[in-house]
């Protein structure tokens, strides 16, 4: 991967950590563009997968071939056959990116695109609708709960902890609820703090989910 698109392909990633070393130079000069035109780039590429995220929260949704209400003339891309052909209800997302073996942001954009167009649309995950999911109460509680230990970033460290369980807030199942308290807990530095965002969770889903 060109040096370029390497540190595009950052603004995909969900989590991850990043070390700086200044003593350290590379060999091979890989990115030949000037430093502005390339954080502009980073600055569009970012916004294009806010927008995507927005329309498929969760890699863990399926899709499937949209029933077309209407007799509208609809023009389909060669690439995106095979995006819609992947498509059959059964595969996740995550699975559909996969399978097309094209480069992940490229894969992510074009199925963005289908569902926007109305040629797709989303199906509940089959795994999703077996298992009982939180009540409507959960996560303004979290949020309240979290903000009131970690101030106005409570919302962004959520969003960021419900992407790494691969799931969403529309379907968030109760058998996840530990572990999303657990992990927002390692967030917390102050181990006071901590404990007390811990209990006052175990203490609201004592009374009920």
């Not at 509680?141 to 409570?154: F, N, S, T």
């Amino acid at each position: 991967m060109e040096g370029e698109e390497a540190f595009l392909t950052i603004t995909a990633w969900r989590a991850g950590k990043t070390t700086f070393k200044p003593d350290t130079f590379s060999k091979d000069k890989s990115i030949n563009i000037p430093p502005e035109q390339l954080l502009l780039k980073w600055s569009y590429r970012k916004q294009e997968w806010d927008k995507i995220r927005e329309i498929i929260p969760s890699p863990n949704l399926i899709f499937r071939l949209a029933l077309q209400r209407d007799s509208q003339e609809r023009h389909v891309k060669p690439d995106e056959w095979s995006i819609l052909a992947l498509a059959n209800g059964m595969r996740t997302a995550a699975e559909i990116i996969e399978l097309s073996g094209w480069d992940e942001f490229k894969a992510w954009k074009t199925l963005f695109q289908l569902v926007q167009a109305g040629l797709l649309e989303k199906v509940e995950d089959r795994r999703q609708l077996r298992r009982k999911r939180v009540g409507d109460n959960f996560f303004p509680a979290l949020e309240w709960e979290l903000k009131r230990v970690m101030g106005p970033v409570a919302p962004i460290i959520i969003e960021d902890k419900l992407m790494d369980l691969g799931e969403a807030k529309d379907f968030f199942p109760q058998d996840q609820v530990d572990y999303l308290i657990e992990g927002l807990g390692e967030e917390i530095s102050n181990e006071t703090k901590r404990r007390e965002f811990v209990e006052a969770m175990m203490q609201f889903l004592s009374v009920g989910r």
